[in-house]
């Protein structure tokens, strides 16, 4: 792996140097845009919508639609908006991680110390790892400020980007279900399923399988056969009762 960023992790007056290494990869297949006439790649233009020319780069420029215009922005517009550029990640405060809800969590990086740092880093890992507390930060990455939890995972400091609250869409418009009445029956056969289907978590279960099947179906074709591919039937239930759905459900699982 190549690191993306050198800095410091900023504890209390102690800076731990490390370097930031990607920790999520892409798992869909890179499938290109083509003319399906003569397969050659398909390419994009920067096009004026008025005149239909291609608009050489350096002629572009950025603007916010405010009211009935467009106000410009420069490069000094920019300088003037941006986050103080720094190198420290400073740790803000401590919380629970499991305080923070899932929908904020964007990405992850992992960290490495660099020689100089190993002792201070060591010292937040376990820290870390003893208090089951994870710290809350800010860093500049690529000219944009970023807020992140710092957390223990293997004996690696990892640094998960999280989203500013600014970011979250309001739940009003959404047509919620608080007048639904649900009986205690309902409930209890709805608890006993998720109980039945609760198990710990473990990642390396869960596998890609869109993205490995496609990719057969492309092996195949390149030899010219078609592969075959497992079609998955969805359970239906014998009733519309909901209380026998799930009655149903508690029987269907294997190996229940």
Known sequence: MRSIWKGSIGFGLVNIPVKLFSGV????????????RDHARIKFLRVNENTQKEVPYEKIVKGYFLKDRYVILDKHDFEEAAPEKTKIIELE?????????????????????EKQGRK???LLLKALQKSGKAGVA????RNTENLCVIHPMDDVI???????????????????VDDINITKKE?????????????KFDLSTFKDDYSSELLKI???KAKGKRATVKKI???????????????QSLGSKKGA
Do not use: C, H, W
């Open 120 to 122: 201070a880093y060591s």
């Open 138 to 141: 800010r860093f500049v990455l």
């Open 218 to 220: 492309i092996k195949a």
């Open 187 to 199: 409930m209890d056969v709805g608890l006993a399923l998720i109980k039945q289907y609760s198990s």
């Open 93 to 113: 405060n401590f919380v629970d991680i499991k305080d923070i809800n899932p929908i904020y969590y964007e990405t992850s990086y992992y960290t490495e110390p």
């Open 233 to 247: 039937k969805p359970q239906k239930a014998s009733s519309d009762d909901l209380y026998d759905q799930l009655m």
């Open 25 to 36: 990869q892409n798992s869909n297949l890179d499938l290109d845009m083509l003319d399906e």
């Open 158 to 176: 990892v640094i998960t980007k999280i989203r500013f609250n600014q970011e979250i869409r309001s739940l009003s418009e959404i047509n919620k």
